[in-house]
């Protein structure tokens, strides 16, 4: 296939070149109207001393009307393309001045420029500020910035610190410089919750939450978790704030989760937002997370940013890493690492196993938009994790402040990050490099071999083939482990062993009995482990085992085996399992958490994955039955003490947002399931009923639903809530996920007639969407509805927003895991979306990689 087969050029990492001039001040002028904003930029660039190739002047721009442009004040004619321009222009130093017309209210991308709800916002990540002005938009271009904002708006906010307003216009200025990508602007009708910080060498810094009226009292643990976090990077990483003021603002419409812009975060609200009525301790600690990890950023990102798009992950794979640091430090740290665990298995490992695999630093690209990926921010985060634990904490301390000091001001790549860390510690890094620039999931497969007083562990590794990477090299692996003896004693605590070659064995002497293996503790490396076990085993271990992430994990094996001997042979549930699973969730000892994590099935998807791996082609409705006969029988086996437990677990005291509180929360909401299943829905109607908060709300819903219970309560909290967009995003997704594999499709087609669901907003659309696309049965129902569905509406949204259409292509990734018929229905509808005129490099790069 050429090239530009599929959605313009590729842009490839080995051709980066520097721009031939550098910026040395850049000031811009915004006359803000809805449909005709006057952008006034005025820049002074000089030749770039670094330019390896002949200078040519050409400027990044998109969908821009040029009025005029200048140099050193005289009117020129630059040569205008659909991309940007080019000029001639002065041997030394110029001055380049443009006033160009852009039209937010027009721009439903939400890239650049945009009005949301009467707000005016912008997004210019990675490549959005070339819908503002002429510029060259690119990471390693950094300059100073002034803004002057003029609206008749009462808040006129922008990076950097305010220097002068007055009637009509604010102006900011940004003393660091920075790359186009951070530039941010919001203006409107906002009120702000203040607060303030003051940094550790004593610099008072103001703060505020900026929301639309009626959202105010939503701000508050926002604040909170941004105080916490800058309290935390001072000590845990040394850094300051170092601006007079951060601003945070939260928008309806915004297609991520929030954009870390120079002293002006941008959020989707769902990202900011919460109060204990209207968010659940899931949503609270997602919050907590993401204000950490935009305010992290002002460091690993904005302070040190990227030399080319193609570095992605040296920023967000290590912000990635601070922000799950600082979650595990605030709330339980192995309750984090188990979640990281589900989730980077449930989206990296899928992406890494299908078409759209790609190296944590990708070698090209058509859309650069379409590398926001779990393999870029969660495996480009493992990654680092690996990094920490082979060189020990001291070490990784060491290397972070030579970052911090020799990098700070500057473009970087991949090469200086890990060259900081071999001049820190002495260590050659160059076969750890792979793990950058080789995708796929390492399969590490473990053999053991006890001589009566010798124990030996054998690990192989195999790298498998991935699109583009036929061929794979060995890659270092850091594998915890520990041992424990038949008694359950732990006789050897966690030891790192480094498998660095395709085979190799470590020895263990001096073991009175041949031990039991606790493997890949604390999910040490982001592999695949294959190891012959068995169901004795993997109970001895969830009974045992000193490492929470393996204990848990030896409960979720065995609840695999035993529903895939369920759904594969007909078999009745495994009663060594269920005999674990009620030792477990009476154990007073154990964190709720825990206990709910160690209770929750296996996913359809990873069932689904887990045939495909076995040879076999999952079938999606009998995986969806297997479940339900599951939950059944857990129900039943823990019958008698389902009351016991939920009232044990029930919060009475004041709603806290913490972990001990949701921990109880989210273990009473899992009883309370199963209680539905025998009590035809009286205690969950009963929670429902009674509900302070939106956890309990929610979870005593879903009860109801995933019995066919509830019609009366889904009604009622419509009503309650229609006023809430971020609560009815809830609503319309519940009823989504719930539905039956037979009526997922009707139930999200019958949603999307409602007045109130719009494809503007990419919240609303992901809570149907992006459900219909979760509910695995559901959309890979035999009648190809689900299919047909999602594709009649990626069809509508493409024009409108390429970013998310591109973003939920990725639901078909996993298409030849399936039946014929079933791939055949994938390939029409992605085919009917692939030959669509007009369609956007973002969706026919997804599509195209998909079908390859
Ligand atoms: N850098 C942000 C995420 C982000 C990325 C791209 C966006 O538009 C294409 C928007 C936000 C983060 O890591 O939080
Ligand atoms: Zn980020």
């Not at 050429?2 to 811009?28: A, C, E, H, N, W």
């Not at 790298?463 to 006789?491: H, N, R």
């Not at 947002?657 to 209680?675: H, T």
Request: proline share 6%.
């Amino acid at each position: 296939m050429k090239d530009t087969d599929t959605g313009g050029p590729t842009i490839y990492l080995k051709d980066y070149q520097p721009f031939g001039f550098v910026v040395r001040d850049v000031s811009l002028r915004f006359v803000l109207h809805p449909t005709a904003t006057r952008v006034h930029s005025r820049i002074t660039f000089a030749p770039n001393p670094d330019a390896t190739a002949p200078r040519d002047f050409f400027l990044d721009g998109e969908d821009l009307k040029l009025i005029e442009a200048r140099i050193d004040g005289t009117p020129v004619t630059p040569e205008v393309t659909a991309e940007g321009l080019r000029c001639d222009v002065p041997e030394g130093e110029f001055v380049w001045e443009t006033e160009v017309e852009i039209a937010p209210d027009e721009n439903t991308a939400l890239e650049g420029l945009y009005m949301s709800n009467g707000m005016y916002s912008t997004q210019c990540e990675a490549q959005g500020f070339r819908k503002i002005t002429y510029y060259p938009d690119r990471p390693d271009v950094m300059s100073v910035f002034t803004v002057r904002i003029e609206s008749d708006l009462p808040v006129l906010l922008s990076n950097g610190n305010k220097v002068a307003t007055g009637e009509g216009f604010a102006e900011w200025h940004d003393p660091w410089p920075k790359p186009a990508y951070l530039f941010a602007l919001v203006a409107g009708e906002l009120l702000n919750l203040p607060g303030s910080f003051t940094t550790r060498s004593g610099k008072e810094v103001e703060l505020n939450v900026w929301v639309r009226k009626g959202d105010e009292d939503k701000c508050d643990f926002a604040m909170e978790a941004l105080k916490k976090s800058m309290k935390w990077d001072e000590d845990v990483y040394g850094r300051e704030y170092d601006l007079d003021i951060f601003n945070i603002v939260a928008v309806d419409d915004f297609n991520m989760g929030a954009m870390e812009n120079k002293g002006l975060n941008i959020f989707n609200s769902s990202a900011v937002l919460a109060s204990p009525e209207t968010a659940t301790d899931g949503n609270f600690e997602r919050i907590e997370a993401i204000i950490a990890h935009e305010y992290f950023h002002n460091w690993t990102g904005n302070r040190i940013t990227c030399r080319d798009w193609f570095q992605l992950c040296l920023k967000e794979g290590l912000t990635v890493f601070r922000d799950s640091q600082f979650t595990a430090d605030m709330r339980s740290a192995p309750v984090k690492r188990i979640g990281d665990a589900l989730d980077l298995r449930g989206r990296q490992f899928r992406e890494d196993g299908g078409p759209l695999a790609h190296p944590v630093r990708p070698e090209s690209f058509k859309e650069i938009n379409n590398f926001y990926t779990a393999t870029v921010y969660e495996k480009g985060a493992e990654v680092i994790g690996m990094l920490k634990r082979l060189v020990g904490d001291e070490a990784y301390a060491k290397a972070l402040d030579l970052y911090f000091d020799r990098h700070d001001g500057q473009a970087c790549t991949i090469e200086d990050w890990l060259k900081v860390f071999e001049d820190a510690t002495g260590r050659d890094l160059s076969q750890f490099k792979l793990w950058y620039s080789q995708a796929g999931t390492p399969k590490v497969t473990m053999s053991e071999d006890w001589d009566g007083a010798t124990y030996t562990v054998t690990l192989k590794q195999q790298v498998p083939p991935t699109p583009g990477q036929p061929e794979k090299a060995p890659q270092v692996i850091p594998f915890a482990l520990g041992l424990l003896d038949p008694s359950g004693k732990e006789v050897q605590p966690t030891t790192l062993l480094e498998l660095t070659e395709a085979e190799q064995s470590f020895t263990f002497k001096g073991l009175k009995n041949r031990p039991i293996p606790s493997p890949l503790r604390g999910f040490s490396a982001p592999v695949i482990l294959d190891r012959e076990t068995t169901n004795e085993e993997r109970a001895f271990l969830l009974a045992h085992d000193t490492d929470p992430f393996a204990r848990w994990e030896a409960g979720r094996q065995l609840a695999k085996s035993a529903l895939i001997a369920m759904i594969d042979g007909g078999q009745a549930p495994d009663a060594a399992y269920l005999d674990a699973l009620r030792q477990l969730v009476k154990d007073e000892t154990l964190d709720p958490a825990f206990r709910a994590l160690t209770m929750a099935l296996p996913s359809e998807d990873d069932l689904a994955q887990t045939f495909a791996d076995m040879g076999r082609t999952p079938d999606p409705q009998a995986i969806w039955d297997g479940r339900e006969a599951m939950r059944g029988a857990v129900a039943e086996v823990l019958k008698d003490d389902l009351t016991l437990l939920y009232a044990a677990n029930t919060v009475t005291e004041p709603f806290r947002p913490d972990a001990e509180q949701g921990g109880k929360r989210s273990f009473a909401n899992v009883i309370l399931s199963l209680m539905t299943r025998q009590d035809n829905g009286d205690a969950a109607r009963a929670q429902y009923a009674a509900a302070d908060n939106m956890t309990q709300q929610l979870g005593a819903l879903s009860a109801l639903l995933a019995n066919d219970l509830g019609s009366l309560e889904l009604g009622a909290f419509a009503d309650q809530w229609q006023g809430e967009r971020l609560v009815m995003d809830k609503w319309f997704a519940i009823q989504v996920s719930h539905a039956r594999p037979d009526q997922a499709a009707q139930v999200a087609s019958d949603l999307t007639e409602r007045p109130d669901f719009t494809m503007k907003n990419p919240n609303r659309f992901r809570a149907v969407m992006g459900a219909l696309a979760m509910n695995q049965a559901g959309f890979h129902h035999a009648s190809g509805a689900g299919y047909k569905l999602l594709a009649d509406w990626l069809i509508k949204l493409d024009p409108l927003n390429p970013q998310t259409t591109a973003r939920m292509c990725s639901a078909f990734q996993t298409w030849r895991r399936y039946d014929a018929d079933r791939q055949g229905m994938i390939r029409e509808e992605l085919e009917r979306i692939a030959a669509l005129p007009g369609l956007s490099r973002d969706t026919s790069e997804m599509v195209g990689r998909i079908l390859e």
